[in-house]
């Protein structure tokens, strides 16, 4: 038996990111496993750590370290998360602890509890209290002793996060003695001992041994909770408890089936399917365009999956994880779903995160982080919308979840499905040279065309445009409305906002502690910062000039939604931005609305653009589509056309055909053109000829490194320096650009500015750049502090 463990501690500095040797005090053995979070002793302090690797050796000469204790009964990371988070600190520029952090849900990151209770009576003669926390149970030096009761299940270990989140658990009642008996017990009890009689009645009565202590007391009313208790004191029935999950049971009566598939489905389903049957590993782009069925066919490759008895990963983007496309899984697969974003909470998420590691669910749906879900076995993982860059974690680690995937994906031997209406250059350009393997939908499989889209040009119609809204787009509104179909109107809000400016002198309200102007807000008449929280009320007087002619430029969703209720005085509007799905369940509850057709028009921001699916809507209209054009990023127009046609494809998903009316002041550009005609092919072409000259992805790789801090003199040196450091390591391909100052130069009272890599090969400057992370994080937060980012998503 192993009985030394490599541990990698909870510090973070660079020496220290690497394994330690410590002992497995004998009594743990059992319980320290490979993946186990331990609690170990670290100079003077007591961190937290993971077993990395199990050795009966150490090639230390010094004595070894115990371990104090574990911090849970079974190891929370497998082999392969192991080794996974291996990879992603090298990769990422991180610290292993962050990675294997990362990993786990945040229950278990958090301070939390656990409570060891009695599983059923109490063991009198241990004189042990329960319930007792796992660090209580340590002090008093009972650990051992509950441990190895647990494994007699005498008792039970649960979680308590410090939150108040407990696992949830139900209270069973179980006959203790055979049906007839209670017959005899009832005769000997006097008559007036009601509920007593009643009890006994119950429980002879009840067909099941064991039922829940709701249901028996909502069938028999006269009975309490303290009944019971002296029932369990007559040795009449058990009282026990038992996890259950917070997340509603879905009802699994009438799955759906499978649909027939049609041709080019068939085609791209059967050059999966092999792959799937011989545990092959492959990357495949599924390049289909909006409603051609590719979640159909997710849906199908995952059937072939569990049939294998193998288990499935489906992740979406966090805006495109709406109840419908949840709802989709769970009606094809029932209870083996489990459903991880952020939405849920942390509770929530432990719960799921716990069904999937007892094996209970074998199709995880969801976001960014699901990418970690704790399966075995894996026979496919699929990446729905590919393309978008919520798909990067803006904190570090910075990983992309497609690495990731693809990464697991090969561990597992199996297929990983990238898909898209409009993909990544990066993964286009793979397919291409036959790194992936493309699939092509080019139609609708039902009798849906694709909608007619218009290009409204602004510069003719501003003429007779009524505020934001051009005389065909607002009679084609008018028009639904007398049809009682539906509207989805989106606000392009990249690199826009509202804000107030003076007339009189020009002057914009700005954050204190950004170089940013303050958005409005008229719900509650208060301007805010979204970088950092910052609020004031609206001024009616400019502060420079004392004007009073202070007015609101822009148009944020709530200006849009006031100026179409005025245009058409009845017309009922659900708006879907920033304010309004801030709280938990906001946005599931907005979209039933709209789905319910309590309301006719759906307005809202980026988030509303997909995954929705709705047949009585016919009409989308794109108030704004140049604004993200102009963005200091070299994916704006990506960006922009992937928008466009992704909300385009919102329009006639049922019987009834749709129209696409987009608003741009450049109908003739080319990524607005395109998208016009969901003309993804073309636009490719087109984009990788300017990412070819400005040697850009997926020409070059990139590397961006922020440099922050509170002084901006302070930055600019240190930048400067990093610069410098960097040059020395340079290619003769490499090209540095930089230091300069960020989009937003200073958030929060800190200055930021950016420094980018561009290369064909990262090898001569890893080591630098490795170096550069450590020595700046390791310092306190008021210093300057750099992150490094591999292949950078948002330049904001
Ligand atoms: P995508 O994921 O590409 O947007 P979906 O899978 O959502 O496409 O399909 C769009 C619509 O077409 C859905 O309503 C779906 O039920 C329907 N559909 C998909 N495949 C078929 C098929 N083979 N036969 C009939 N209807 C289909
Ligand atoms: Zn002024
Ligand atoms: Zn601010």
């Known amino acids: 038996m192993a009985e030394i463990a490599e541990v990698i501690v909870d510090v973070k500095a660079r020496q ?11 009594e743990y053995s059992d319980t320290i496993a490979l993946g186990s979070r331990v609690i170990v002793p670290f100079g003077p302090r007591k961190v937290q750590g993971f077993v990395v690797r199990l050795k009966d050796q150490s090639e230390k000469e010094q004595t070894l370290k115990e371990i104090l204790y574990p911090m849970d009964s079974e190891p929370s990371l497998s082999e392969e998360l192991i080794q996974l988070g291996r990879f992603m600190a090298d990769h990422y520029f991180a610290f292993m602890t962050q990675c294997y952090e990362t990993m786990l849900p945040n229950a278990l990151k958090s301070s939390y509890d656990r409570v060891f209770e009695w599983h059923n009576e109490p063991v009198k003669e241990l004189n042990i209290h329960l319930p007792m926390t796992w660090q209580d149970a340590q002090q008093t030096n009972s650990l051992k002793t509950l441990l190895a009761l647990k494994k007699d299940n005498k008792v039970l270990l649960t979680t308590i996060v410090k939150d108040k989140k407990t696992v949830k658990t139900e209270t069973l009642v179980t006959r203790s003695l055979k049906r007839s008996q209670y017959k005899d017990i009832f005769e000997s009890l006097r008559p007036n001992a009601k509920k007593q009689r009643e009890l006994v009645m119950a429980l002879s009565l009840q067909t099941a041994k064991t039922i829940t202590k709701e249901a028996l007391l909502k069938n028999y009313p006269i009975l309490t909770q303290a009944d019971l208790k002296s029932g369990e004191e007559k040795g009449w029935l058990t009282i026990s408890k038992r996890e259950v999950s917070r997340m509603k049971p879905i009802e699994s009566d009438h799955l759906t089936r499978p649909l027939v598939l049609s041709n080019e489905q068939q085609e791209a389903y059967n050059r999966v399917l092999p792959t ?46 709406t109840p419908q496309m949840t709802a989709r899984f769970q009606s094809r697969f029932g209870k083996k779903v489990a459903v991880l974003h952020s939405g849920l909470s942390k509770g929530e998420r432990f719960d799921e995160w716990r069904k999937i590691k007892r094996k209970e669910a074998t199709v995880v749906v969801g976001a960014r982080s699901a990418v970690f879900a704790p399966l075995d076995y894996i026979g496919i993982i699929i990446l729905d919308e590919e393309h ?7 904190e570090v680690p910075h990983y992309h979840a497609r690495d990731i995937a693809i990464r697991r994906g090969q561990y597992h031997d199996a297929p990983v499905i990238l898909g898209s209406a409009t993909p990544s250059l990066e993964s286009r350009a793979r397919a291409q040279k036959k790194v992936y393997d493309l699939l092509q939908l080019k139609h609708r499989p039902t009798k849906q065309s694709l909608p007619e889209v218009h290009l409204v040009d602004m510069r003719d119609a501003l003429l007779d445009s009524e505020g934001h809204f051009s005389q065909p787009l607002l009679k084609a509104i008018k028009d639904r409305l007398k049809k009682e179909e539906q509207t989805v109107l989106l606000l392009n809000r990249r690199g826009f906002s509202s804000y107030v400016m003076c007339r ?54 709530q200006q849009i939604e006031r100026e179409l209720k005025q245009l058409i005085p009845d017309i009922r509007v659900t708006r879907m931005d920033w304010d309004t799905t801030r709280k938990k369940n906001q946005h599931q ?40 054009l102009y963005l200091p990023d070299f994916r704006a127009f990506e960006k922009t056309f992937q928008l466009l046609t992704q909300v385009s494809g919102r329009a006639g998903r049922g019987d009834k055909p749709g129209d696409v009316y987009i608003q741009t002041y450049d109908p003739s550009f080319y990524a607005i053109r395109l998208a016009k005609n969901q003309d993804y092919e073309t636009f490719y072409e087109r984009e990788m000829q300017l990412r070819y000259r400005g040697k850009y992805p997926p020409f070059y790789y990139t590397t961006l490194l922020s440099i922050s801090a509170p002084l901006e003199q302070e930055a600019l040196r240190v930048s400067y320096r990093l610069k410098a450091q960097i040059e020395k390591h340079i290619s003769e391909d490499m090209i540095l650009l930089g230091p300069s100052p960020k989009s937003i130069a200073r958030i929060n009272n800190r200055y930021y500015f950016q420094i980018l890599l561009k290369y064909k090969k990262i090898d001569c400057i890893e080591g630098v750049l490795k170096k550069i992370v450590s020595d700046t994080q390791a310092k306190n937060k008021q210093d300057v502090y750099v992150k490094v980012e591999r292949e950078p998503q948002n330049f904001m």
């Open 589 to 628: 509850h907005l979209l039933e609305e709209f789905a319910d057709h309590r309301t006719d028009v759906l307005l809202g921001t980026q988030m509303i653009a997909k995954g929705l699916d709705y047949p009585n809507v016919t009409l989308v209209g794109v108030i704004n589509a140049d604004t993200g």
């Open 16 to 26: 220290v990111n690497r394994p330690f040797d410590y002992l497995i005090p004998p």
């Open 504 to 557: 009189s002198c020009g002057h914009v309200p700005m954050c204190p502690n950004c170089d940013i102007s303050l958005t409005l807000h008229l719900d509650d008449h208060s301007l805010k910062c979204h970088y950092c929280g910052h609020q004031e009320p609206v001024q009616k007087v400019c502060p420079q000039c004392g004007s009073h002619d202070m007015r609101y430029v822009g148009s944020g969703t």
């Open 388 to 394: 978008e860059s919520s798909y990067q974690q803006s």
């Open 276 to 321: 799937i049957e011989h545990n092959e590993h492959r990357v495949f782009l599924l390049e289909g365009v909006t409603g051609s069925g590719k979640t159909e066919l997710y849906l199908q490759w995952i059937q072939e999956v569990l049939k294998k008895g193998k288990t499935a990963l489906m992740l979406v983007p966090e805006i495109a994880l």
